[in-house]
């Protein structure tokens, strides 16, 4: 991609502002190589492990970045044997949790959605526990070393803990002794030794070594002679410490090196992830979409936003090219909007094929070009000494020597700066030049000819940027399909001046042109209200699609809990005849048991007898279990409109149609039209109509017996958890979509106990902190499948 067009595009912008949802240098280095890539596959993979990182982001909320850091500068010592400081290795150890975390942060159940892209990403960390724990324990802070990384160096510290102890009792006992000659009755500390402020003219009277003197010469600082062997000691203690730690860092430092290959690789993968997940934050933040990607040239975004505009003040615009269409002339007043709408085209497309996702709706294609040229902007250049029409015509030049079928080109009031006619006539002759080529183009223009041009050459379409009269400003609205109208006459008439002035200056205009611009008024009123027209259809049909979805969801879920209680019913009834059976055989070997001691062959007969009917009795009512409910008789016949009962769908439907030549009738199960056999229909009787109102009954009071929330507070852990359990079976069984979990604030350890627990449960599909005026995170929300 050339590096012209990202910069007047101003991708560099957008990359300084994805950097700021970084956590390490190295993905900052990630960002700052970044461009679009060089084919479709790459485009498409990228763009959805986007996607995934973002759909991770909401269900499991932020990965497990914590402490991480660039370790880029430790890992490159490592490889070459050097001994790394605490900071160092601390950081390195703050890695592999990170990495050993990721591991466990993406991992799912079967049923569970997966994300394929992130987890073979993954696949390629290796968790080494071991390493982590051993660094971990050794080192405290980047300037601290654990008592616990060695028993040798615990020992030290504590001989020195003893000494220190000693030495400041005698030096104590020796304040005491010697005060009358101190300057104050403290001691100090000189070159690490304990020393007495003595007055000069003392010095005789404590003997000892005199390791300083204060500035003004009034004091000797001296270590006196019963001092010397704690003090030389406690130096020998600190010598050993100091030996010990950097005994520990080198066989740490040994370690990371002996593993600094799986290290590296999980540094790469992880500074990868921390790339991919800021792609992911930073495309929530412009509340952005993952575009749907096409090869064939044509490209539709809806409610484009310009992403370097305040989300306040920029309109959305939708800009497309449909197939067959080569190229788009849009023109309109200064200050209209023309330009905003050019790069808008060209940096949205530059962020999809970068992998990041692009403020706009759902449902948006863009298309994968090799090249995106942009000539926009004044760039007139002093040390050139080229003009504004030189310095455009340089970059055209350049664009038409490169661009062919798999190029973008956008041009910014086309062949301004120069003679009118003549610029026109250049400007239509560089657009049939590329559309020729296959090259897709988006200009924008002030000249009436290039209107023209668009309206009768196939493949080239008129656009204008909407201009409210009433009130002198653009509404910076994009119109495709009608060129853009000048309205100077009706600007000139709002502002004052006087009509007869403009009635003379359109005697100057032939009646054609003036047809021409009436025409297309008429057609920008015409396209504004099927714009408007057709946003409200869609709307409508969003939310018709949107309730067809939630009645369809809640239908499968009264069907799953049918099918549950029907399977558990059976499953029960099987248990309790398979242990009437048990208790049966129990009996009759008993009974055989008394028969062989002096019963006759007579009884026995007749127990054997006895035994085949309970066993006959007991198969039948087995069988009956596993046979399907039914309503009524069988029915023979139907006719349309008639209520009848569906036995594998245990509910009533409503006949639709006439029986068939195969017997097939099609019925209305809920909201779902679906054909059966007249075989599998039957009677509704009272009995069963009885039933039926029995068990909506009962369900509607399941229903308000059922609360939306549950409350654990005073709970401890265990009792908690017992009691979400019961509660979310409860309120999937009652089909509640949506309940609230209230654990409170506290020290939060209830709150992870719930979380863990919610991760795990076969019921939730996802679950989030409370938002503010829910309850913060005080409640936890918990959307059930």
Known sequence: MNHKSLRVLEFNKIKEELKKYTVTGAAKDIIEELEPYDNAYEVREHLEETKEAFQLLIKKSAPPFEGLFDVREGIEKAQKGFVLLPVQLLRIANLLRCSRRFKDYISHKDEEESFRI????????????????????????????????????????????????????????????????????????????????????????????????????????IEPMSLVTLNNEIKELKLKEKAEIERILQDLSGKVYENVSIIKVNANIIWELDFIFAKAKYGGSLNGIVPNLNEEGHFDIIKAKHPLIDPKMVVAN????????????????????????????????????????????????????????????????????????????????????NADENSLALFD??????????????????????????????????YSELKAYALKVEGVENASVEFDVETLRPTYRLLIGIPGKSNAFEISKRLGLPSYIIEDAKEGISSDTLKFEDLIQSLQDKNIKAQKDVREAEN???????????????????????????????????????????????????????????????????????????????????????KPKEGGKELKKVNEGQEVYLPKFNQKVIVLSKPDNKGEVQVQAGIMKISVNIKDLREIDGNNKNKTENKKKRLNLNLRQISSSVDLRGMDSEEAVYTVDKYLDDAYLGGLGEVTVIHGKGTGILRKTITDMLKRHPHVKNYRLGAYGEGGDGVTVVELK
Request: glycine letters at 6%; charged letters at 30%.
């Open 118 to 221: 992130i987890e073979d990403i993954c696949a390629g960390l290796t968790p080494l526990k071991k390493l982590e724990d051993e660094i971990f324990v050794a080192i405290i802070s980047e300037e601290e070393i654990s008592d616990r990384a060695s028993s040798t160096l615990y020992n030290i510290r504590r001989n020195l803990k003893e000494k220190n102890s000693s030495i400041k009792n005698k030096v104590n006992s020796l304040i005491r002794s010697y005060s009358q000659y101190l300057q104050e009755s403290i001691y100090t500390i000189r070159g690490e030794r304990y020393v007495l402020p003595v007055k000069v003219e003392n010095k005789s009277s404590v003997p000892g070594l005199v390791h300083d003197q204060s500035s003004s010469g009034a004091t000797l600082f």
């Open 318 to 401: 939708d800009i497309y090219l449909n197939k067959g269409i080569t190229s788009i002339v849009v023109t309109g007043p200064n200050t209209g909007g023309k330009t905003v709408t050019l790069k808008t085209v060209g940096l949205l497309h530059l962020m999809a094929l970068s992998g990041l996702m692009i403020p706009a709706k759902d449902g948006s294609i863009i298309s994968f070009f090799k090249e995106v040229f942009a000539d926009i902007g004044d760039e007139q250049s002093i040390e050139q000494s080229l003009s504004t029409f030189s310095s455009h015509m340089t970059n055209i030049v350049n664009i038409i020597d």
């Open 413 to 446: 009031e086309l062949g301004a700066g120069t003679d009118p006619t003549e610029g026109a006539s250049l400007a239509v002759s560089i657009l049939e030049e590329l559309r020729k080529r296959g090259s897709k183009v988006v200009a924008t223009t002030h």
């Open 540 to 626: 409508a049909k969003e939310e018709a699609l949107k309730i067809k979805q939630k009645y369809e969801e809640k239908l499968t879920k009264l069907q799953n809990v049918r099918e549950k209680a029907d399977i558990e019913a059976k499953r029960e009834a099987k248990q309790i005849i398979k242990e009437a059976k048990e208790e049966a055989d129990k009996i009759l070997k008993d009974i055989r048991e008394l028969e062989r001691m002096g019963y006759s062959s007579e009884v026995r007969q007749k127990l054997e007898e006895n035994r085949k009917k309970l066993k006959d009795k007991l198969d039948n009512v087995e069988s009956d279990i596993n």
